[in-house]
Structure formats: structure tokens, C-alpha cells
């Protein structure tokens, strides 16, 4: 069973594909160029037209994208970003139905990690956690580093992907 996991916002897609528990294709879709994408339209059309080539290459059976945050913390996101990226979650997960015939399914982040075993120590924050249990438990799994000696930012969302996929092939089996 071909399963999609996708760790959506408005600036980077983490796209994972994974089949028998072994990821078949990953990528981070881009979508931070304003010149290239300078709304939510053309950043959804962009996205349909990735959804086509999931579609012809990979037909997943199922698909989990990582639910859209519910709720304000302290110092994170404000009303406008959240409205922001919950409709775009729903464009997004309006594509994958209509490009992919299939209804996604939603993983909160951290239902998703406690699937795939990673805890969160307190005080740490979970993007780089995730992205460290990655580099040590995913062979295939391998980062570009800035010049600055940093992950690239589209690491963190491929990383998400996958520990959705993960969580979603987990979800799929029982």
C-alpha cells in the first residue's frame, strides 16, 4: 500500500511517499518566491500541478496530511497566519481528493511523532528533534547543509513528511 504524507504550510510542502514502510519518493515543494508565487492561487496551482505527477507516478492509496494548528500559543502564530494556512490546508487537501481520488486523513503533529516513537525533551524545540531522530534512524535520509553549517530549511518539512507517512502507514495497518 502506497501511502502520501504531507507536512503543509504556506512557504514549504514536505512531501513523502512510502511503500511496505520504506519511503519511495521525498521532496520539499517551495513555495516561497513571491515573484513565482505571489498568493495563495498560484501557490495552489502549483501544488495541483504536483498532485498530477503523484498521481501518474506514484497513485498513493491513502493520504495523511499533518492538521492544521487549532490554536494560539504564546510567541507562535498570529490569527492572520493561522486563518492563512488553515485555508490552504483545505486547498491543499481539496487537491489531493480531486487529483487523487483519495479523502486525506489528519494526523496531529504530535499523534503522529509518538506513532514513530520520538519524544520531544522539554525546553527542545520538535522540527529539529525530528529532523535529528531522522539522520539517525532513516538511511535514506539525507541533508544539505547552509554555508552557516545549517540544515536547509526544506529538510525540517521533508523530515515532518515523513514522520506523517510514518504515522499514517501505522494508522493504515491497524
Same mark, same amino acid.
Given at each position: 500500500?502506497?501511502?502520501?504524507?504531507?507536512?503543509?504550510?504556506?512557504?514549504?510542502?514536505?512531501?513523502?511517499?512510502?511503500?511496505?514502510?520504506?519511503?519511495?519518493?521525498?521532496?520539499?515543494? @517551495?513555495?516561497?518566491?513571491?515573484?513565482?508565487?505571489?498568493?495563495?492561487?498560484?501557490? $495552489?496551482?502549483?501544488?495541483?500541478?504536483?498532485?498530477?505527477?503523484?498521481?501518474?507516478?506514484?497513485?498513493?492509496?491513502?493520504?495523511?496530511?499533518?492538521?492544521?494548528?487549532?490554536?494560539?500559543?504564546?510567541?507562535?502564530?498570529? %490569527?492572520?497566519?493561522?486563518?492563512?494556512?488553515?485555508?490552504?490546508?483545505?486547498?491543499?487537501?481539496?487537491?489531493?481528493?480531486?487529483?487523487?481520488?483519495?479523502?486525506?486523513?489528519?494526523?496531529? %503533529?504530535?499523534? %503522529?511523532?509518538?506513532?514513530?516513537?520520538?519524544?520531544?525533551?522539554?525546553?527542545? &524545540? $520538535?522540527? &529539529?528533534?525530528?529532523?535529528?531522530?531522522?539522520?539517525?534512524?532513516?538511511?535514506?535520509?539525507?541533508?544539505?547543509?547552509?554555508?552557516?553549517?545549517?540544515?536547509?530549511?526544506?529538510?525540517? @518539512?521533508? %523530515?515532518?513528511?515523513?514522520?506523517? $507517512?510514518? $504515522?499514517?502507514?501505522?494508522?493504515?495497518?491497524?
Amino acid at each position: 500500500m502506497k501511502i502520501l504524507g504531507l507536512d503543509v504550510s504556506t512557504s514549504i510542502i514536505g512531501v513523502t511517499v512510502m511503500e511496505n514502510n520504506k519511503i519511495i519518493f521525498s521532496d520539499a515543494w @517551495d513555495l516561497r518566491n513571491k515573484n513565482k508565487y505571489p498568493d495563495v492561487f498560484e501557490k $495552489a496551482h502549483f501544488v495541483n500541478k504536483k498532485m498530477v505527477e503523484i498521481d501518474h507516478h506514484y497513485k498513493p492509496d491513502a493520504v495523511f496530511i499533518e492538521k492544521s494548528l487549532q490554536m494560539f500559543r504564546s510567541g507562535f502564530s498570529s %490569527a492572520k497566519t493561522l486563518s492563512t494556512l488553515s485555508s490552504f490546508n483545505g486547498i491543499v487537501s481539496f487537491l489531493c481528493f480531486h487529483r487523487l481520488g483519495r479523502k486525506p486523513e489528519y494526523v496531529s %503533529a504530535s499523534s %503522529a511523532r509518538k506513532a514513530c516513537g520520538i519524544k520531544i525533551p522539554k525546553g527542545q &524545540k $520538535a522540527k &529539529k528533534v525530528v529532523l535529528q531522530y531522522m539522520l539517525d534512524n532513516e538511511p535514506q535520509f539525507e541533508v544539505e547543509y547552509t554555508s552557516a553549517g545549517n540544515p536547509k530549511p526544506k529538510y525540517y @518539512d521533508i %523530515a515532518d513528511s515523513i514522520v506523517i $507517512a510514518r $504515522a499514517g502507514q501505522k494508522l493504515v495497518s491497524e
